[in-house]
């Protein structure tokens, strides 16, 4: 280790040991040019003692120099030697000159950054882990009800027509569940490449959501909802994703209204802005959300009281959908009043879909 550290010292500083001994030989080359035109001027012991001189100077300024740095070297030798554990350049710390404490530093911020990166990505596969795990929970209802179902219908052979069709939209609505629920965990593993899977196009929110409504229209009918959408608008955005996004809307107002008696509606209201970009607001007639719950509705896995009652929340269809519309550029807001009905509100920047946040 010391041989190491002494041989690496030596070999950065042959440059200044070479030009220092030039200078000398230079020095020395003046006095003997002096001592042979004007005999007796410069008498060679002199001239010995010059050189040694020098050479102790040299050697003095090394060999202090050195010491000063010793401990770098050692501290730098064995954060190679252990480059594999992450906190490996913590070990340099007896930084003596500018160059060394600014290296020091560069190191240090490189792995606070690769701690950073690797602790988001740490926390992205926990949460992935989280849902998969809960997605799987949350699939076995759907697929023991369809199995009751079944055997109910095998159970009974001479039932009427209007048994079997509720048999048959129960069976329906069911597999729908299960469909919405692959749906999700399909978009959850295209966001981490989202760039990739992305087509931005001028697209008709209007059109867009009568498509979604459209998708839904057997549990709208089925639950007395009657969805409505006023007034168009044109925007920038990816109609694939801003389908995914509609859809987690229009599930959330289906599942939370059906509970309630009566008639309940669900408005799309479009306005197109002059500079090119656009708002779409989502109003459901359903039982609405709390206020102390509603700056969390946005966070992964927060189900709340309204998901805990029924039963069928994931917690993740709002928090995918807030990282959509953020990636795309656009804002997401939700307003509610308890009860009565809940808001969700997307907000279309002009030309906001080249923000593309990560």
């Not at 090394?62 to 401990?71: E, I, K, T």
């Not at 699939?139 to 079944?150: E, G, Y």
Request: glycine share 6%; charged share 25%; proline share 3%.
């Amino acid at each position: 280790m010391r041989g190491l550290s002494l041989a690496l010292f030596l070999r950065d500083r042959l440059l200044f040991i070479f030009m220092a001994l030039l200078l000398l030989l230079l020095s020395v080359s003046m006095l003997l040019l002096e001592r042979e035109r004007y005999p007796g001027l410069v008498e060679l012991g002199a001239v010995y003692y010059f050189i040694v001189l020098g050479l102790f100077f040299l050697g003095t300024w090394l060999a202090v120099d050195y010491a000063r740095q010793r401990a770098y070297f050692k501290q730098l030798i064995e954060a190679i030697s252990r480059s594999e554990e992450l906190q490996a350049t913590r070990i340099i710390k007896s930084t003596v000159t500018q160059e060394q404490k600014l290296v020091s530093k560069m190191l240090q911020e490189q792995n606070r950054a690769y701690l950073n990166e690797l602790g988001k990505y740490r926390r992205q596969q926990e949460l992935h882990n989280h849902f998969v795990l809960q997605w799987v929970h949350h699939m076995k209802t759907p697929v023991s009800v369809v199995d009751l179902l079944a055997q109910e219908a095998l159970q009974k052979t001479a039932s009427t027509q209007e048994e079997q069709r509720s048999l048959a939209l129960s069976l329906q609505e069911e597999t729908d569940r299960m469909s919405r629920g692959l749906e999700m965990m399909l978009y959850t593993a295209r966001l981490e490449k989202f760039e990739i899977d992305l087509h931005v196009e001028r697209t008709p929110l209007h059109e867009l959501a009568r498509q979604v409504v459209n998708a839904h229209k057997k549990l709208c009918i089925r639950h007395s909802i009657f969805p409505r959408i006023e007034g168009v608008a044109w925007v920038e955005t990816d109609e694939k994703w801003m389908a995914f996004v509609l859809n987690q809307f229009v599930s959330n107002a289906i599942k939370y209204s059906k509970s309630k008696p009566g008639a309940k509606k669900l408005v799309f209201t479009l306005e197109d802005f002059s500079n090119g970009g656009g708002r779409m607001k989502v109003t459901d007639d359903g039982i609405g959300i709390a206020p102390h719950e509603l700056p969390r509705i946005f966070d992964p896995f927060f189900t709340g009281e309204n998901g805990r009652t029924t039963g069928e929340s994931t917690g993740m269809g709002l928090y995918l959908a807030k990282q959509v519309c953020t990636r795309l550029g656009h804002e997401m807001s939700a307003s509610s009043v308890i009860g009565e009905s809940t808001t969700m509100t997307v907000t279309f920047q002009p030309r906001g879909i080249h923000i593309l946040q990560g």
